[in-house]
């Protein structure tokens, strides 16, 4: 039989030491630097400040490989870094508070999750009777049927089980990564809409990856956006008060046109990250050459320049051509 704390390892990560601070903030961020390590380590994160009052939701955006998990992760108390990162007050690491749900994707991949078990069972394992109020709510709101049998579920249907076995514990900070991507669009916006409840009702705090902007679904969601690109926090401001999105939602106004601003604005953002990488790359690759033709030459190099100009001589030699 799995056993549960198997199935919940390194996903569902509901932390328990002390209690929460009533005056800090949900999240303070200060000058966090991070990188893997390794022989040649490589900075992942660089001077990262960002603070997220109490009752926010977040959408944090960037690039593949901009650093949203690493920092969720971090957040969640899975990495010990240089800089201060703070979850209602407490050292995320160290002095982990309570409440603090981390939801990642990796749990889909887990073998445990296709067995033969009812969701019925899993929840009961997971002391879903002490939340009952909550469990069945989820359960309608993710449309989750006790009697499934794990193994003969669809992606998505595991992954709708999941959320209920994630999201059934009160929580004060959500940190989701990416696990809403394989719900149909009704169940995803029936999730959103819950979470958004979470917030108001209780004061809850969301922080969100995503790459899916389905219109209306998104766009009416978040009370802020996070920008991450460059190793860094670029930005974090509100959906009402952002200059930017708001002169996105002023030119779609304008031009009528039907498809979402925060995806255009989403997108701009993208570009112009990539953009900047690729200057910063051909500058590095430029400076290399720079330093390359500063080198002393050596024997190799004048015979490289002497064959560019003269043809292979030695071939030609041993070929008997003149
Ligand atoms: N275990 C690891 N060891 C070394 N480098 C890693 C490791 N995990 C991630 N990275 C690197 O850290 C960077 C940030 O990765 P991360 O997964 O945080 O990005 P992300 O913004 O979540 O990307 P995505 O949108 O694709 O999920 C990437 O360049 C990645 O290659």
Redesign the pocket.
């Known amino acids: 039989m799995p056993r549960m704390q198997d199935l919940l390892a390194n996903n569902v990560h509901v932390q328990s030491k002390g209690a929460i601070d009533e005056n800090a903030q949900a999240i303070e961020i200060t000058d966090l630097s991070f ?4 022989r040649n380590p ?1 900075p ?2 660089s001077n990262v400040s960002l603070t997220i009052e109490r009752g926010s939701r977040v959408l944090l955006v ?12 971090i957040l969640a108390g899975k990495r010990l870094v240089k800089g201060s990162v703070r979850v209602f007050g407490h050292d995320a690491f160290l002095d982990a508070p309570k409440g603090v749900t981390y939801l990642g ?1 990796e749990w889909a991949g887990n073998p445990i999750v296709k067995a033969d078990l009812s969701v019925g069972y899993l929840l009961q394992s997971m002391g879903g009777d002490r939340f009952a109020e909550r469990r069945d709510r989820l359960l309608e709101v993710l449309e989750v049927d006790v009697d499934w049998h794990m193994h003969q579920r669809s992606d998505g249907e595991r992954r709708r089980v999941q959320l209920v076995m994630g999201l059934m514990a009160p929580w004060n900070l959500l940190l989701m ?2 696990v809403t991507v394989d719900l149909d669009v009704l169940v995803r916006s029936q999730l959103l809409q819950y979470l958004k409840e979470e917030t108001e009702q209780r004061g809850a705090t969301i922080l969100y ?1 995503t ?1 899916i902007f389905d219109g209306k679904c998104l766009s009416q969601w978040p009370t802020h956006l996070a920008h ?1 690109a460059d190793r860094t926090v670029l930005s974090c401001n509100s959906t009402e008060t952002s200059p930017e999105y708001n002169l996105f939602k002023q030119y779609h106004k304008e031009q009528q046109l039907l498809d979402s601003p925060l995806m255009s604005l989403c997108i701009d953002w993208l570009r112009r990250d990539k953009e900047r990488l690729l200057r910063a790359r051909q500058a590095q690759g430029s400076e290399r050459r720079l330093s390359e033709t500063d080198k002393p030459k050596t024997r190799w190099d004048e015979l490289s320049e002497d064959m560019k100009t003269y043809g292979d001589k030695y071939y030609n030699y041993w070929s008997g051509q003149p």
Do not use: F, Q
């Not at 990188?35 to 390794?38: L, P």
């Not at 960037?62 to 992760?73: F, H, V």
């Open positions: 990188d893997y390590g390794g490589v992942i994160l960037g690039a593949n490989g901009a650093g949203k998990t690493t920092l969720l992760r994707t990564d990416e990856a790459h991450m």
